[in-house]
């Protein structure tokens, strides 16, 4: 069955690690997107493509980065994680009929101590 | 984008209708009502979308008035899963538009 997967599902890591949350699908989108949730909070747009070598700034500034090599893949990088980067992201993609709206995965849910 | 309004919270019993009204009073004429579904922090689910018809499917139905500045979701027989944040956004109909949520609505099913 053709899904969008995040891995890890948790991660806690210590100050000033580098550290990569992956995002893959199977469903052949070209579109994909990064948000970041805190807990109770709004969801928040921190980066999206519309394919591949393709990468925008949401409307969440953010210090993370991403990537987009292969259609399937949207990897999120932070250099050098603090803790206010404690948070959920969320990867979402949608294909060429946006009409049907976006497919998210589970989330990563990133503590930083 | 055009900026929707919901109640921050509603209650219904389980077997009932539940519904979910939202306003949208600055929606322009290309742009579509979606409706989402985020439960306990997992990854938000799309549930229906339509631009000036009424529309159902297997999870709900969506009623959007005449003048498109208001809509209301349904859920015609609320169970305990149902128990959700559900999200109203209005979106342009151009395929690099991206979705913005909002507050949502927090609907509390119970038994």
């Known amino acids: 069955e053709a899904d969008i997967y995040q891995t890890p599902r948790y991660l806690v890591i210590g100050t000033g690690k580098k550290i990569t949350l992956e995002c893959s699908q199977t469903?052949?989108?070209?579109?994909m997107y990064w948000y970041q949730q805190d807990p109770g909070m709004e969801l928040h747009l921190i980066h999206y493509?519309?394919?591949?070598?393709?990468?925008e700034k949401g409307d969440l500034s953010s210090e993370s980065t991403v990537s987009r090599i292969r259609t399937e893949h949207f990897p999120l990088t932070l250099e050098s994680a603090r803790p206010s980067h404690t948070s959920q992201y969320l990867c979402?993609?949608?294909?060429?009929?946006?009409?049907?709206?976006?497919?998210f995965g589970s989330g990563t849910r990133l503590t930083v101590v | 984008d055009a900026k929707t309004t919901q109640p921050p919270s509603m209650d219904c019993a389980e077997g009932r209708a539940a519904n979910l009204p939202c306003n949208h009073s600055t929606i322009s004429g290309n742009e579509y009502v979606y409706w989402y579904r985020q439960i306990h922090s997992q990854g938000p689910q799309y549930i229906i979308h339509?631009?000036?018809n009424n529309e159902t499917n297997e999870m709900a139905s969506l009623i959007i008035t005449e003048d498109r500045k208001s809509s209301t979701l349904i859920l015609p027989h609320a169970t305990l899963r149902d128990t959700a944040v559900y999200y109203c956004i209005v979106r342009g109909n151009s395929g690099y538009s991206t979705l913005t949520f909002g507050k949502g609505t927090m609907l509390l099913v119970s038994p």
């Open positions: 469903m052949g989108h070209d579109k």
């Open positions: 493509s519309y394919g591949v070598n393709s990468t």
């Open positions: 339509g631009l000036k």
């Open positions: 979402a993609s949608s294909g060429a009929n946006y009409n049907y709206g976006y497919t």
